[in-house]
């Protein structure tokens, strides 16, 4: 559906964007744009639904959430409630998309085996681990 495409394309354009400008980078305008498109092309492409394995909407989780580790990674200006422990966390939910997408299904849908080890739920509670642990005191601050 055409419609559903742009939709869909429109929706990872803007967290793109987003993450892109919120993300404290020292890029200019022009360059956020490149990245949003190339980012919102690969989501949507690897979205369509005649494509084997027919992968659904995971793509627009393994890519943004690569851009957001990327950007944070780069960051000139991080936020003071992110440390070092929070982002080297982040790694597991972003290698855990890319397993899910990659390895969630077998080629005729039924699911596999990584589907079968709890799949998804992998996901969810290495992305909880990371956001729990900004609560953490950044042992790399001295304290005065």
Known sequence: NPLANLAY???T??????????GGLDTKAVTNIAITIFV??????????????NLGVSPIF??????????????????????SLTGDLFVFPCLVSIIELMCCCNGDGDP???????????YDFFLHISI??????????SVE
């Open 40 to 53: 919102t092309i690969v989501t949507v492409t690897l979205s369509q639904p005649d494509r084997t394995p």
């Open 112 to 122: 596999g085996l990584f589907n079968q080890l709890g799949g998804h739920a992998w």
């Open 132 to 141: 729990l642990s900004t609560l953490l005191p950044d042992k790399s601050k």
């Open 9 to 11: 394309g429109a929706f």
């Open 62 to 83: 393994m890519t943004t959430q690569l851009l957001a580790s990327g950007v944070g990674a780069f960051s000139k200006a991080a936020p003071s409630m992110m440390t």
């Open 13 to 22: 354009a803007f967290i793109s964007f987003l993450i892109l400008t919120m």
